[in-house]
């Protein structure tokens, strides 16, 4: 074509599968990054001044919900990232009839079923929490057994890190095409129950690491972010074992060191001590 010259429609190209695809990836990776810094944002919002360490007061339930999701959304969102771009080209190369707005909504049903089964877990964490509180047993509290009921919790993590229970949700997270063969559920309830399906899988791999979570304080930033980066290590780095065993061997020495050594573990906020009442004033 000669240079300056505009081209007729005739010599356009249209895009090919393969670049239509690839664009498809770009966006949703890019949409689902935007969505986790915006989560991140709000979430650092809502928790601010409620790190209280070990034991955090988690507020009410409506409150504690909707910063939940948000955790959840800032925190997951990144790691599910491969399984959402495969169901999403899962969607595009199903027969003819679905416009590309199903799609979308499909697409949007998946991750809400996901979401969804994190949430009944934050539930069920919520009411150990409040159970825990009811019970007011003076072993404990922080100055008699509180630091060893925290470092037992994240040595637990770390024990779980090494079953086979934990190695096969594993293997669910880290293998979007075999999960989605295995399983076809048409409509927006069918996505629905898809998303809802990996996230249970998604829970019983990371359960754990929650729980360890809520031993070091479930409102403090820095530690979300900790986990976060150790639960998106795991299933994203090509290396799944060594991955697996380095979380396990970071977790004990980091529940080890909150039960004998609490003061020392940076970032780390003692109940019920000067650095706790300065940030509830905040």
Request: hydrophobic share 55%.
């Amino acid at each position: 074509m000669e240079e300056g010259r505009i081209p007729r429609l005739s010599e356009i190209t249209a895009p090919t599968q393969d670049e239509l695809d690839g664009r498809l990836q770009a966006g949703l990776i890019a949409s689902l990054l935007a969505l986790a810094a915006l989560a991140w944002g709000l979430t650092a919002r809502s928790a601010v001044g409620m790190d209280m360490g070990p034991g955090t007061d988690l507020g009410s339930l409506s409150f504690y919900l909707g910063t939940w999701v948000l955790m959840m959304a800032a925190m997951m969102l990144p790691s599910v990232a491969p399984m959402v771009r495969a169901y999403a080209l899962m969607q595009r190369s199903r027969p003819a009839g679905q416009r590309p707005g199903e799609r979308g909504a499909s697409i949007v049903a998946f991750l809400a079923g996901y979401l969804l089964a994190w949430t009944l877990f934050g539930l069920a964490a919520y009411a150990v929490v409040d159970l825990v509180r009811a019970l007011d047993v003076p072993a404990f509290s922080w100055a008699r057994g509180g630091p060893y009921l925290a470092g037992g919790v994240i040595l637990l993590a770390a024990v779980y890190q090494l079953t086979s229970s934990k190695d096969a949700c594993l293997s669910h997270c880290r293998d979007p095409q075999g999960f989605l063969a295995e399983r076809c559920h048409d409509g927006l309830g069918g996505a629905l129950r898809l998303g809802l399906e990996h996230g249970g899988w998604c829970v019983g791999c990371c359960w754990a690491l929650m729980a360890a979570l809520f031993a070091l304080g479930v409102m403090s930033i820095a530690w979300m972010a900790l986990v976060a980066a150790l639960i998106a290590a795991e299933k994203l780095l090509p290396w799944r074992a060594p991955a697996s065993r380095a979380v396990a061997m970071l977790l004990v020495v980091l529940g080890l060191a909150v039960a004998l050594a609490p003061e020392r573990v940076p970032g780390l906020v003692i109940p019920d001590s000067s650095e706790m009442t300065m940030q509830a004033m905040e």
